[in-house]
């Protein structure tokens, strides 16, 4: 019975004996014969065979794999896999709008990340005495480049190169004879490039120094100037002068920076030209938009070359009053006639001037235009001022920018040490620095005495500890990260170092590599200023192997800077000064781990600062110390002892942090604020 209602089955035959597939093993015989599609063959016939309904309503169709289209979709417009389907698709529609939702919240609650030159210390190179290549006894470009493995070693990431323009190297070569060159005292173009590449290899950004204020007078504009010949004529201040039996009668009272009148005669041109420092350093007439313009054009070669910034100097001196009148007297009682000294005089005409400002404006403008491109922001940085809040307006405005910050002396400028004077150097550029804006720290510079010299050895390690846990970038000159010493001045020869005056020079001695001859600044018989007489004890090769050294525990500094988020950015607090110790916490919203630094400045000191800071626990454990066999230790925070020169990096948890204490309210700041999620582990600014 099966097999009759098998025959009755609906088939189609062919007359040639094929069959239609269905995805199944196709028939060999079938398979070996063409079929001539372009011939007018007649069609194979078919004959019907009658179907029994009955038997196909007993046969169940089910998917299986392969099945063809029609197939299919018979199957996909059932319920069942059609409201699957679109729940499916709804939910990945979901799915994707949360996603972008959340990447919209996580980018604007974000803060911004901080940049590459205030999340890496600042080291500042004087080319001359870094390292000498081809030993004629002066540093040079190629020196740097051979060195470069010691600023990684620092974990530092940004260096500073200090003037190396051609130059009669008068006045540290601060007066430029050619602002597009290199002084061949220090090489070639060449080399610049070649080490303006391996610094960036490497990771690391470089800022170069910029003395707009003047030239030398070697330099072709003064002596086009002179001569007066086209556009240059106005190029300097010019202002006639009256000369009588060799002696010059000055335009005004005005003084320059190094003493006597800042006007001097020139016999080419019979007039009196204007310099605010030597008289071999003309000052440009930045009254003329054609000077401005010059400036504009040095910025973007150098900037053209891939520099990553600019220090500015002597910024205040860039216009005078054009009315040329005296300058007030500080003791109005002093002959006129005696008057040569700059400090005799209040310099109201002569600095920070109307559009000033205008001009440092229109330079970050065009550093502006190289700043563009992802990662490649150009830094300005500018010298400041003796008044704190005329510093504070080269940050410009909220609107307006000007430098990223002006350099910051106030550690150096100190008259005295101790815990008192250190919190208020730091406190005075806290409270002025307008809010949003970056800070910086310095300790040394080549225009001051090194840190050994001014305050003594014993505080080196103490005051590299606190350039580096306070906020913001700190600036180390090189040789402090060693604790390099000034040489005697009398032991500097003046022929040696063309330059004066020779009382500037004892803290740019030759940076100490190791212990061999000339402390391996140079293979040559001498160098440009003698070595100090320290060397073999004071050198990066030695210090490398003691655990203890001032090099290694600068290095251990920059690590905890560089890997705590609160010292890296976060809030800073004044816990407690006195004559000996300065205290201060770094703490981070979101995070329950603070480091609290305890420095002293003075002499032997001990303190209760659980009675300073009640939620302070009874323990806390030193992360560093100046003296690296007590770190690790656990210290009782009603009973912290210092020795005179030490400093304590202290770790603890508190759920309580000081910047959340009414009573500690008007001593925190924070620059960059951030707040941590631990939930998360990201950073957010709505706190």
Not at 378 to 406: K, L, N
Not at 569 to 576: A, E, H, I
Not at 650 to 673: D, I, R, S, W
Request: proline letters at 5%; glycine letters at 6%.
């Amino acid at each position: 019975m099966v097999e009759e209602e098998a025959k009755s089955l609906p088939m189609e035959l062919s007359e040639k004996g094929g069959v239609e597939n269905n995805g199944f093993v196709q028939n060999e015989a079938f398979d070996d014969k063409e079929t001539n599609t372009s011939s007018q063959e007649e069609m194979p016939k078919t004959c019907i065979v009658d179907v029994d309904p009955a038997a196909m309503e007993g046969l169940a169709l089910k998917p299986y794999a392969g099945m063809p289209k029609e197939v299919l979709l018979k199957f996909s417009s059932q319920a069942r896999y059609r409201v699957t389907r679109e729940i499916l698709f709804w939910l990945i529609i979901a799915a994707a709008i949360v996603l972008v939702c959340a990447t919209i919240a996580i980018i604007a609650l974000s803060p911004k990340c901080l940049d590459w030159w205030q999340a890496s210390p600042i080291y500042q190179i004087y080319p001359r005495s870094f390292k000498d290549s081809n030993m004629d006894g002066n540093g040079d470009l190629k020196g740097i480049q051979e060195k470069l493995d010691h600023i990684t070693y620092l974990n530092i990431k940004t260096i500073w190169i200090t003037s190396f323009y051609k130059s009669p190297l008068k006045d540290l070569g601060y007066g430029a004879e050619d602002f597009y060159d290199i002084d061949p005292m220090f090489g070639s173009m060449s080399d610049f490039e070649n080490l303006l590449a391996a610094i960036h290899d490497r990771g690391l950004k470089v800022i170069m120094d910029l003395i707009p204020n003047h030239t030398s007078d070697k330099h072709r504009w003064f002596q086009l100037s002179r001569n007066r010949t086209g556009k240059y004529t106005d190029y300097y201040i010019w202002q006639d002068c009256t000369q009588a039996a060799g002696l010059v009668t000055p335009p005004n009272n005005w003084v320059s920076v190094f003493g006597n009148s800042s006007w001097q005669f020139d016999d080419v041109r019979k007039q009196c030209y204007f310099h605010q420092f030597g008289k071999d350093e003309p000052d440009l007439n930045f009254r003329s938009l054609a000077v401005q313009q010059e400036i504009h054009d040095i910025i973007k070669f150098w900037l053209g070359k891939g520099i990553d910034g600019f220090s500015f100097s002597a910024l205040k001196f860039l216009l005078e009053a054009t009315h040329l009148r005296d300058e007030p007297q500080v003791n109005k009682s002093q002959n006129p006639e005696s008057i040569t000294a700059y400090s005799q005089l209040y310099h109201d005409y002569t600095t920070t001037q109307v559009g000033m400002h205008d001009i440092i404006r229109s330079f970050r403008q065009t550093m502006n235009q190289f700043s563009s491109e992802p990662g490649r922001y150009r830094f300005m940085g500018s010298d400041g001022e003796d008044d704190i809040e005329a510093t504070m307006m080269y940050y410009g405005t909220t609107f307006i920018q000007e430098a990223d910050f002006p350099f910051n002396f106030n550690l150096i400028n100190m008259k005295n040490l101790s815990g008192n004077s250190i919190f208020e150097a730091v406190n005075l550029w806290m409270k002025n620095m307008p809010a949003g804006k970056w800070p910086n720290w310095a300790v040394g510079s080549p225009n001051a005495a090194r840190i050994s010299s001014r305050i003594g050895k014993e505080y080196v390690n103490v005051m590299n500890m606190l350039l580096l846990t306070l906020p913001g970038t700190p600036v180390t000159y090189y040789g402090e990260e060693i604790g390099m010493e000034n040489i005697v001045s009398e032991n500097v020869s003046k022929e040696h170092i063309n330059s004066d005056p020779v009382v500037t020079f004892p803290e740019k001695s030759p940076m100490q590599w190791d212990g061999e001859v000339n402390a391996g600044f140079t293979e040559g018989n001498s160098s440009w200023l003698p070595v100090n007489s320290d060397y073999q004890s004071v050198n990066v090769e030695i210090q490398m192997t003691w655990s203890n050294s001032t090099l290694n525990l600068y290095r251990e500094l920059t690590l905890l800077r560089n890997s705590e988020l609160p010292i890296h950015r976060g809030w800073m607090c004044y816990v407690w000064n006195d004559s000996n110790v300065f205290v201060y916490v770094r703490e981070l919203d979101g995070l329950d781990r603070v480091f609290m630094m305890v420095l002293n400045f003075g002499q032997e000191s001990t303190i209760d600062l659980k009675a300073i800071v009640p939620s302070l626990p009874s323990e806390a454990i030193i992360r560093l110390s100046t003296n690296f066999s007590n770190a690790g230790k656990a210290v009782n925070t009603k009973l912290i002892k210092t020795e005179m020169g030490e400093g304590l990096v202290l770790e603890y948890k508190t759920a309580k942090p000081v910047h959340t204490m009414e009573a500690f309210q008007g001593n925190c700041f924070v620059a960059e604020k951030a707040c941590y999620s631990s939930a998360f582990n990201l950073l957010y600014v709505n706190c």
